[in-house]
């Protein structure tokens, strides 16, 4: 389980826009322990790199990140700075 959250995780979040949550779309038939495997395997997740810059998760399943703050310009998402 551990293998293919990393996997969905590198799968999906280049660009942004990538949100994990144990409540997005789960089948009816998927085992208890394989939620609850998923929701741990967060915890191994460390330095991942995003477009916001690098995640990592704590043992309590927090993302640990430095905060950042964005403004719309142009249309487009873009870092605040001074």
Same mark, same amino acid.
């Given at each position: =389980? $551990? &293998?293919?959250?990393?996997?969905?995780? /590198?799968?999906?979040?280049?660009? +942004?826009?990538?949100? @994990?949550?144990?409540?997005?779309?789960?089948?009816?038939?998927?085992?208890?322990?394989?939620?609850?495997? =998923? $929701? &741990?395997?967060?915890?191994?997740?460390? /330095?991942?790199?995003?477009?916001? +810059?690098?995640?990592? @998760?704590?043992?309590?399943?927090?993302?640990?990140?430095?905060?950042?703050?964005?403004?719309?310009?142009?249309?487009?998402?873009?870092?605040?700075?001074?």
């Amino acid at each position: =389980m $551990r &293998d293919e959250v990393r996997r969905r995780i /590198d799968d999906l979040a280049p660009g +942004g826009g990538f949100i @994990f949550n144990t409540v997005h779309n789960i089948q009816a038939d998927v085992p208890p322990e394989d939620i609850v495997a =998923m $929701r &741990d395997a967060l915890a191994n997740v460390k /330095d991942f790199e995003t477009v916001l +810059g690098e995640y990592s @998760f704590t043992a309590g399943r927090d993302a640990d990140y430095t905060p950042i703050g964005q403004i719309v310009k142009n249309g487009k998402f873009a870092m605040l700075s001074e």
